[in-house]
């Protein structure tokens, strides 16, 4: 299987960078730090229906993963701006499957460097402050393959960003804004249990709210363990939809690609 | 006088130069002003929902975020230099040529680097400012004017001040240090709200080390009236001054280190 491969490279790889991620979990987690205390002091005027020790949890499992929502190819992107891309066509494999590869790589491996040692410490924090187990077990176990199907479903957006930047040649505008639309959505910026109810209702069935506001609700109980199979089909559906959609954008673009020569 | 003409006309053909590109120019101002929206949405929803904050209403929240977010933005505007651009001075050897110049290096890292998409973050943060200042009722007087800018004006040296660590540890580590966007992003996310919601140690690091309390929320406090710990009013025109304070010193430093510099040779 070469795009196994191709995957198990890029994961040796993103090991490498272990001093930039001592700097990573330091950084995220005074963020978290600075979050629980804004929220805790919110709920100390007015508590509200979600428990606050699931809003610090949401809060800690976000920056652990924060890293896998925001890591994109800067490789690719380059080839892209320089037209190396077109080396990529002579490969025999599947352009797409190849970079959905090295992507899923690099956020999974990116992410896990970041979380385990996260989650470790938070869980060290006081109760109301930190991480604590949910409290079946089940909740756990729902969680993960949802957390896994998250993963599949930010790597099919993040190659939809990519198709757009095969379009624009400039990254920035247009991939600064898929994310912001991202971490708006799916509860970095604010988590999704706070959101008005309303809005609740709708945002949930978004792409966004299945990366981690779907595995994160399940870990804290908020979808019933017994709700996990209709969570998984909801994540299942929109990770064949955003990859069709990628592949088909990515051919498009295939079929445009111009090379200049030289 | 001279140095200050040299910075605005370097602004004033920088600024030229990110205008040449109109659609790129405009897609990214756009995608600035959707970020820090959505910055604001996130300080709505939560008035929506909890509707105040121990002794802060929504209205003064309104007003901290504006005041935070007009100093912030108006720093990276004007000294992207230092704020972003010092790191790859360093890397591609840039800043190599600013030593053979006659003027000061840090007025020519100022003079090197503009950020003018920030322009729309600086709207949102005024229209921000006027929210709030209208449900808080503010009675606006002409030394609650001139407290505001001196609050706004010292923030920005502060902010200055603050990514200038990051600029020193660059001299000596070539690299980018991320650890440093603790106290200066960090201190944006922490200090849009007003510091006496939070635990000490981060209230000790926020008004003592990173005095984002001092330059802020002291004074706007006092706009409001609402004195922060009930402090008397002369604090509110002195406290803000310490933004200058932790300039000066970083700005010493920065000339220390600069004394250690070596080219990378690139």
């Known amino acids: 299987m070469s795009y196994f491969t191709v995957f198990k490279m890029r994961l040796r790889m993103e090991l490498q960078y272990r001093g930039a991620m001592i700097g990573g979990i330091l950084c995220q987690m005074f963020f978290g730090l600075i979050l629980v205390a804004l929220y805790r002091a919110l709920y100390a005027g007015k508590p509200q229906s979600v428990p606050i020790e699931n809003v610090a949890i949401y809060v800690w499992l976000q920056q652990a993963f924060f890293r896998m929502m925001l890591a994109s190819d800067s490789e690719l992107v380059d080839k892209i701006r320089s037209g190396d891309i077109s080396y990529d066509l002579c490969r025999p494999v599947n352009m797409y499957g190849f970079y959905y590869a090295r992507i899923m790589a690099q956020k999974l491996m990116g992410s896990l460097m970041r979380a385990v040692p996260m989650l470790v410490m938070a869980f060290v924090l006081p109760r109301g402050w930190g991480v604590s187990l949910p409290e079946s077990g089940l909740g756990l176990l729902a969680a993960v393959p949802a957390l896994f199907l998250g993963l599949l479903c930010v790597c099919a957006l993040e190659n939809i960003t990519v198709a757009f930047t095969m379009i624009t040649l400039d990254p920035r505008g247009m991939q600064g804004l898929l994310n912001l639309l991202m971490l708006t959505l799916s509860g970095n910026l604010l988590p ?17 709210a299945q990366l981690l506001d779907a595995p994160i609700r399940l870990y804290t109980g908020e979808y019933a363990p017994g709700d996990a199979f209709r969570v998984y089909v909801l994540q299942s559906f929109w990770v064949v939809v955003l990859i069709g959609l990628g592949v088909s954008m990515w051919n498009a673009n295939r079929k445009r690609m111009i090379v200049q020569g030289g | 006088m001279n140095t200050l003409r040299l910075y605005f006309k370097s602004i004033g053909m920088l600024l030229k130069s990110h205008l040449q590109y109109p659609s790129s120019f405009i897609m990214q101002t756009l995608a600035q002003l959707v970020m820090e929206g959505s910055e604001m949405m996130v300080v709505i929803l939560i008035v ?75 709207a949102v943060g005024i229209v921000s400012l006027i929210i709030g200042s209208g449900i808080s009722g503010i009675s606006w007087s002409f030394a609650k004017v001139l407290v505001l800018a001196e609050s706004i004006s010292m ?11 990051e600029a020193i540890f660059s001299i000596f580590s070539v690299k980018s240090v ?14 849009q709200y007003p510091i006496d919601i939070y635990p000490l140690p981060l209230r000790a690091l926020f008004t003592v080390i990173a005095p984002f309390a001092l330059t802020m929320h002291v004074p706007a ?18 406290t803000p001054l310490s933004g200058a304070v932790v300039f000066v010193v970083m700005s010493v430093f920065f000339h220390l280190a600069m004394r250690h510099y070596r080219s990378t040779g690139s």
Request: charge should be positive; include cysteine.
């Open chain 1, 192 to 208: 999704l249990t706070l959101f008005p109810e309303s809005w609740q209702k709708i945002i949930t069935f978004f792409p966004y």
């Open chain 2, 48 to 122: 929506d929902r909890f509707e105040r904050l121990k002794g802060w209403s929504g209205g003064n929240l309104y007003f901290f975020f504006g005041v935070m977010s007009v100093s912030f933005y108006l720093t990276e505007l004007f000294g992207r230099g230092i704020t972003g651009d010092f790191p790859m001075m360093v890397r591609t050897g840039r800043l190599d040529t600013f030593l053979v110049r006659p003027r000061g290096v840090l007025t020519q890292v100022l003079c090197a680097g503009t950020d003018p998409r920030r322009i729309t973050c600086i």
């Open chain 2, 221 to 238: 406090a006092w706009i409001m009236d609402k004195p922060l710990y009930g402090w008397p009013a002369w604090t509110a025109f002195v």
């Open chain 2, 155 to 165: 923030s920005c040296l502060l902010i200055l001040g603050l990514f200038m660590i």
């Open chain 2, 178 to 191: 991320e650890l440093v966007n603790a106290i200066t992003y960090g201190g944006r996310s922490a200090c």
